[in-house]
């Protein structure tokens, strides 16, 4: 897309999402629908800085939230589509650009190949102007695509601005549009000048008018029409984004499985976009996975998981667990009811079983960690066993230290490891220890109270019972 631009309206202030953050900001699977936008354009081929967004309502958010290389231009009053593209006239003017996509920041299922297509029939058909339309069952709230008797396109009409026998016309307006740089400046020159313009329900200036002018000027204005009605999907109100997030639920669902993907029930399922799974991997109902989550082949992943931009090795299994941001190699199992935590490394046959916890820790090859401990903040080796009800304790109420664990070491149930502290290799703690200094290789460490039999005590004490 060298030598052209896009400009993404995102100014909307989303009254009725009833929402403090800008519009563009609501999500759709876990990500922003402005992200959406931004990367269906970055998959056509733009670079960030050839992408000016339109911001208004909450732009201090926006701006933020934006990738560094994008251009952004603020719309002050909200007067229509028209006018927020006049505001970044300045962009397209300096940069010479030749061709300017226009995309609406809220429509998240706009996709790359259409406007691909779209671009190619632009160029080869000369047109000033190309409407990328679609055809839909319930057109309500779109503008209309009108046609002549010979079905040569017309104009759009605005929902506001239709008759009765407009508003039965199921081909709409997706928002989004191609236009030739020189083309739509002038367009908008004569909209910004000509008040009949603004003669529209709404008194605003609309970016359909820009299609009309250009066609009264004898240039060349077209439609192209979408195979993915979805296109045209925005959402202005919480109903509509629920609607919406399931419409792409089950889009990120049939494409995995497509790609041989197993979801035997899709009950609760919820893919996020930009998540990688590999084929004969099994997802199971009440499953969560967003994020710049990968996962290999032939994994179990559920019920009932949450996993967050996570790296899961070939035919590992995670059960019933909540994984955040953690590295879980292949064959490796986790679960059922664990919790792994950023910055956490599990090696190829691990085992992290029922209510452990992990968190920013490496847990060696074929290490077991089965039942009921709290690992932080350490290097755990090679084939290690941690027994029942162990936890590092890895903080001083200031600072946190690390706990080192070596090679073949076997850490008995209720041990509490007090860090900064190592236990050699093939080194034993005793059920029930506190461990607070070194324990060196091969060594026992008993770090308790010894046991004391009291002969006679309850005879003598009577102590009360029923």
Request: with cysteine; proline share 3%.
């Amino acid at each position: 897309m060298k030598g052209n631009c896009t400009v993404i309206l995102a100014a909307g202030d989303g009254v009725r999402m009833k929402s403090s953050k800008p519009k563009v900001l609501a999500e759709v699977l876990f990500k922003p629908m402005i992200d959406w936008v931004i990367d269906c354009a970055l998959d056509c081929g733009f670079d960030e800085s050839d992408i000016c967004v339109v911001t208004g309502h909450g732009r201090e958010l926006l701006n933020g939230h934006l990738p560094s290389g994008v251009q952004t231009v603020v719309q002050e009053e909200r007067l229509g589509t028209g006018h927020a593209v006049m505001r970044a006239q300045p962009f397209i003017e300096a940069n010479s650009y030749s061709n300017v996509l226009v995309l609406n920041g809220d429509s998240p299922m706009v996709d790359g190949e259409t406007l691909k297509l779209a671009f190619e029939y632009h160029m080869r058909s000369g047109n000033a102007a190309t409407v990328i339309s679609a055809n839909v069952e319930n057109p309500t709230g779109y503008g209309r695509i009108k046609r002549n008797s010979d079905g040569i396109f017309e104009k759009i009409v605005e929902e506001k601005d239709a008759d009765e026998n407009e508003k039965n016309i199921t081909e709409v307006n997706s928002g989004a549009y191609w236009f030739g740089c020189r083309a739509l400046l002038v367009a908008l020159d004569k909209l910004k000048t000509d008040a009949k313009y603004r003669l529209n329900a709404a008194k605003e200036y609309y970016l359909t008018d820009a299609v009309e002018i250009l066609k009264s000027m004898g240039q060349r204005a077209a439609t192209f029409n979408s195979k993915n009605s979805d296109a045209v999907l925005g959402a202005n109100d919480r109903l509509q984004l629920m609607r919406l997030n399931e419409k792409a639920r089950m889009r990120v669902l049939e494409a995995h499985m497509k790609n041989g993907v197993s979801v035997p029930f899709a009950d609760g399922v919820i893919i996020g976009p930009d998540v990688v799974i590999g084929a004969d991997t099994e997802i199971l109902p009440g499953t969560t996975i967003k994020g710049k989550t990968v996962i290999g082949r032939g994994c179990v992943v559920g019920s009932n998981s949450c996993i967050e931009s996570c790296v899961i090795g070939d035919e590992a299994v995670i059960t019933s667990s909540h994984c955040s941001e953690a590295e879980i190699s292949a064959g490796a199992a986790v679960g059922p009811f664990a919790r792994i935590r950023p910055g956490t490394k599990i090696d190829s046959g691990a085992r992290i079983g029922n209510f452990v916890e992990v968190k920013n820790s490496s847990i060696g090859e074929g290490t077991k960690i089965s039942h009921l401990s709290y690992i932080g903040d350490s290097d755990i080796g090679t084939g290690v066993n941690i027994g029942s009800g162990c936890a590092t304790v890895n903080y001083s109420g200031k600072e946190k230290f690390r706990t080192v664990i070596e090679d073949g070491a076997f850490i008995g149930c209720d041990t509490s490891l007090v860090a900064p502290v190592k236990v050699g290799e093939n080194a034993y703690t005793a059920a029930g220890s506190t461990i607070t200094e070194d324990v060196p290789a091969n060594s026992l460490a008993v770090a308790r109270e010894r046991q004391v039999n009291k002969k006679d005590w309850v005879k003598s004490k009577k102590p009360y019972r029923k």
